[in-house]
């Protein structure tokens, strides 16, 4: 399982759900918005984001960090 977690500076639901996908042993990639990224490249992927974090797990759209222990708490 691999996740791709946008993100930006700052950002405390960002930070958590980092701290979510170590402790639940899930791979990720960080795609600052401050950093490398560019807003234009989030909303290529996710046209609807409005706000980070927006994670991606296996290529699937999961949302937002409370998208994202819904999307856990299932499996």
């Not at 791709?4 to 170590?22: P, Y």
């Amino acid at each position: 399982m691999k996740a791709v977690i946008w993100s930006n500076i700052g950002c405390h639901f960002c930070e958590m759900a980092k701290t979510l996908l170590e402790q639940k042993g899930i791979e990720y990639e960080e795609r600052n918005l401050a950093k490398n990224w560019k807003i234009q490249d989030l909303l290529e992927v996710a046209p609807g984001a409005r706000s980070v974090p927006q994670i991606f797990v296996d290529d699937k759209y999961i949302g937002g960090y409370e998208k994202l222990v819904e999307y856990l708490n299932k499996m």
